[in-house]
Nanobody
Framework: QVQLVESGGGLVQAGGSLRLSCEVSGRTFSSYVIAWFRQAPGKEREFVAAIYWRGDSTRYADSVKGRSTISRDNVKNTVYLQMNSLKFEDTAVYYC?????????????????WGQGTQVTVSS
């Protein structure tokens, strides 16, 4: 069974930066996608970014494109989401999720494994 643990959230002023981490542990197959989703109060969970573990394929939501970078460290089994120029509307709980797929899918229902989430709060 795979476990995902997020960290790195916090309170930051608008215009600031944060780096979120998602540590992957447990039994995994060789090909999977790690994605970041976020959910703000009263809103549906939305896709943020994703990376295919065995390659360099990445994908970003339009709302964070140009401000965020997703990367992975194969040795540490960790995926990072660097977020810059944060805006008030980036405030949400951020979740990482894993799916045993070889192409990046942005639909939350396709991801069976989830972390507990980390809160990001951007003050205006």
């Amino acid at each position: 069974q795979v476990q995902l643990v997020e960290s790195g959230g916090g309170l930051v002023q608008a215009g600031g930066s944060l780096r979120l981490s998602c540590e992957v542990s447990g039994r995994t197959f060789s090909s999977y996608v790690i994605a970041w989703f976020r959910q703000a109060p009263g809103k549906e969970r939305e896709f943020v970014a994703a990376i295919y573990w065995r390659g360099d394929s990445t994908r970003y939501a339009d709302s964070v494109k140009g401000r965020s970078t997703i990367s992975r460290d194969n040795v540490k089994n960790t995926v990072y989401l660097q977020m810059n120029s944060l805006k008030f509307e980036d405030t949400a709980v951020y979740y990482c999720a894993l799916a045993y797929i070889r192409i990046i899918i942005t639909t939350a229902s396709q991801y069976a494994n989830w972390g507990q989430g980390t809160q990001v709060t951007v003050s205006s």
